[in-house]
């Protein structure tokens, strides 16, 4: 009759079990903030790549249109305190209401031309709780008050030389080389909706010549339009300070 061996295997004791749990969490702890940065890394990465392909497009665009940028209407914004046209502020609205169907403006109009799909235009960071309604309507261009993406787009805002050729846009007013397009949009103005793309603290700016870049922000709130400022001329602030990281 055959013979049962008695098994030596032990078992975990409770302290050792609470060792191997404290280094597991020890571990969780250490690989967690790891993972966040990695996955702020890469939506950054996707963010630039994005404001790369819109500057990308501008000159799709501008070689098809006799070297022009792509601009908004011509015609004044309603409601405004002064006369002033679409095409003349820069702005990251993309698309107007209206009667029978809805107008794109400012870089949005690329997406009218089929140079960049409604993606393109907003941020995978974009804390704006309003994105992805506005990311639908650039879609399916079922527009309520007006559509507003995750990039600023300069327009003909700050060009000394007062026309759309890429070639010949001057200098602002601070006398430096017009260099920046497009940007990171982030906003706490008072009335408006906030938007801040990677919390604020960095801003991809694209360039005339085609180039695209990340940058830290050298101060608080550099490129932020800001609880009281005036839109307008904080604005032209900000198109200055994204010349100045070019020049």
């Given at each position: 009759?055959?013979?049962?061996?008695?098994?030596?295997?032990?078992?975990?004791?409770?302290?050792?079990?609470?060792?191997?749990?404290?280094?597991?969490?020890?571990?969780?702890?250490?690989?967690?903030?790891?993972?966040?940065?990695?996955?702020?890394?890469?939506?950054?990465?996707?963010?630039?790549?994005?404001?790369?392909?819109?500057?990308k497009?501008?000159?799709?665009?501008?070689a098809?249109?006799?070297?022009?940028?792509?601009?908004?209407?011509?015609?004044?914004?309603?409601?405004f305190?002064?006369?002033?046209?679409?095409?003349?502020?820069?702005?990251?609205?993309?698309?107007?209401?209206?009667t029978?169907?809805?107008?794109?403006t400012?870089?949005?109009?690329?997406?009218?031309k089929?140079?960049?799909?409604?993606?393109?235009?907003?941020?995978?960071?974009?804390?704006?709780?309003?994105?992805?309604?506005?990311?639908?309507?650039?879609?399916?261009?079922?527009?309520?008050?007006?559509?507003?993406?995750?990039?600023?787009?300069?327009?003909?805002?700050?060009?000394?030389?007062?026309?759309?050729?890429?070639?010949?846009l001057?200098?602002?007013?601070?006398?430096?080389?017009?260099?920046?397009?497009?940007?990171?949009?982030?906003?706490?103005?008072?009335?408006?909706?906030?938007?801040?793309?990677?919390?604020?603290?960095?801003?991809n700016?694209?360039?005339?010549?085609?180039?695209a870049?990340?940058?830290?922000?050298?101060?608080k709130?550099?490129?932020?339009?800001?609880?009281?400022?005036?839109?307008?001329?904080?604005?032209?602030?900000?198109?200055?300070?994204?010349?100045?990281r070019?020049q």
């Amino acid at each position: 009759m055959p013979t049962r061996t008695k098994s030596t295997r032990r078992a975990f004791t409770l302290i050792e079990l609470l060792v191997v749990i404290s280094i597991i969490s020890l571990l969780v702890s250490i690989l967690l903030p790891s993972l966040a940065r990695a996955k702020d890394l890469a939506r950054e990465a996707t963010c630039l790549t994005r404001v790369s392909g819109q500057v990308k497009a501008v000159h799709l665009y501008a070689a098809e249109n006799n070297s022009n940028i792509p601009t908004g209407p011509t015609s004044n914004i309603p409601f405004f305190p002064f006369p002033v046209r679409y095409c003349d502020l820069a702005s990251n609205q993309i698309l107007l209401t209206g009667t029978p169907s809805v107008a794109y403006t400012s870089h949005g109009v690329l997406m009218g031309k089929d140079c960049l799909s409604a993606e393109m235009m907003f941020c995978p960071d974009d804390d704006s709780e309003h994105a992805e309604g506005e990311l639908e309507e650039a879609k399916t261009l079922v527009v309520n008050f007006g559509t507003f993406c995750s990039y600023i787009y300069r327009q003909l805002d700050e060009v000394g030389s007062g026309t759309a050729n890429l070639d010949n846009l001057g200098k602002n007013t601070n006398g430096d080389r017009v260099s920046a397009l497009i940007f990171d949009a982030n906003s706490r103005l008072n009335g408006q909706p906030i938007r801040f793309n990677h919390r604020g603290e960095k801003i991809n700016i694209a360039f005339v010549d085609g180039s695209a870049n990340t940058y830290e922000e050298q101060e608080k709130d550099e490129f932020f339009l800001r609880e009281n400022d005036n839109p307008v001329t904080r604005m032209d602030e900000l198109l200055q300070a994204a010349d100045k990281r070019r020049q």
